[in-house]
Nanobody
């Protein structure tokens, strides 16, 4: 599985962005997907995840109520809708595939990352 993330950019606090991650390979519809982020000089951290059916989603406490993960298996794409963005959301966002919930080491495939910058 190869992952291509897009949709990052610069936005003011309170704004919104939608990230997309498109996967190659015929097994996308059977793979759990997740988003992680890494701020400068910080460890990569869990943001959100969705099961392969889309039936279950998981969120870090810091983004609950502001971020929404979804997927369209017909397009091999997972989305991250981010609203009410805060400066502390600034990071490189990575999509990942094949893992379980927030267990970063369980994800086998990673996208290249897309930068999100939120200014105050």
């Amino acid at each position: 599985v190869q992952l291509q993330a897009s949709g990052g950019g610069s936005v003011q606090a309170g704004g919104s962005l939608r990230l997309s991650c498109t996967a190659s390979g015929r097994t996308f519809s059977r793979i759990n997907m997740g988003w992680f982020r890494q701020a400068p000089e910080k460890e990569r951290k869990f943001v959100t995840a969705i099961t392969w059916t889309g039936g279950s989603t998981y969120y870090a406490d810091s983004v609950k109520g502001r971020f929404t993960i979804s997927r369209d298996n017909s397009k091999n794409t997972v989305y991250l809708q981010m609203s009410s963005l805060k400066p502390e959301d600034t990071a490189v966002y990575y999509c990942a595939a094949g893992g379980q919930r927030d267990l970063i080491r369980s994800y086998n495939y990673w996208g290249q990352g897309t930068q999100v910058t939120v200014s105050s």
